[in-house]
């Protein structure tokens, strides 16, 4: 089976603007989870895409959001970005059926200026 | 955000020595995993925990799943130069409260002199 897959790889923005990144699961996992990584904060969740709901959600503010389609494919949208927003975003899949192990995509680097 | 305890924070080894980390939390978990994580690259599974006591081997890796529930280590023997890289321990908190959500360690820088 294919991995996950996000795009795109790397990716520079400004202070203000907005930016969406796209995850695609493994086949036949319903389960999408956004993490972000940083290295004074290491890997924090962001939330998690079940079956095209919202079924967890970390500590981040409203500027951060998710969706997810009925192809279990996710985007994660982040706006007004921040100096701070800076990090590797990481889409990470599972099954969906509970505690489960999860596979992790290579990430998208964002860098905002 | 929550972060489990792990440690060493770094390690710098000789080639062929057995290596050791471990990650402990103050709150019960319900599963243990280890990562590894290469320069610019996504988390890879090493190995999944899912029972109090469990011991589980992958290749020369060997982890365990604390009997308390609170902690997890990983063994790696006779170290090889790919073994470079940052090991991440992380789990599901028993307070999760359904989903999916992973808490992940400090992580634990791995470099091997050859």
């Known amino acids: 089976k294919a991995g996950v897959t996000q795009t795109p790889r790397y990716l520079i923005k400004t202070r203000g603007q907005q930016v969406t990144l796209s995850c695609s699961p493994i086949s036949g996992h319903r389960s999408v989870s956004w993490y972000q990584q940083t290295p004074g904060q290491g890997l924090q969740f962001l939330f998690e895409y079940f079956s095209e709901t919202q079924r967890n959600k970390g500590n981040f503010p409203g500027r951060f959001s998710g969706r997810q389609f009925s192809n279990s494919r996710s985007e994660m949208n982040v706006s007004t970005l921040e100096l701070g927003d800076s990090a590797l975003y990481l889409c990470?899949?599972?099954?969906?059926?509970?505690?489960?192990?999860?596979?992790f995509g290579p990430g998208t680097r964002l860098l905002v200026l | 955000g929550q972060q489990l305890n792990q440690s060493p924070q770094s390690m710098f080894i000789q080639e062929g020595e057995d290596v050791s980390m471990n990650c402990t939390s103050s709150s019960i978990f319900n599963t243990w995993l280890w990562y590894k994580q290469d320069p610019g690259e996504g988390p890879v599974l090493l190995i999944a925990l899912y029972k109090a006591g469990e011991l589980t081997s992958n290749g020369r890796l060997t982890a365990q799943f604390g009997i308390t529930r609170k902690d997890s280590f990983l063994n790696i023997s006779a170290s090889i130069p790919s073994d470079v890289g940052i090991y991440f321990c992380a789990g599901h908190p028993i307070l999760t409260g359904g989903g999916n959500k992973l808490t992940f360690g400090t992580g634990t820088q791995l470099k091997v002199e050859l």
């Open positions: 990470a899949s599972s099954p969906g059926e509970g505690l489960e192990t999860q596979y």
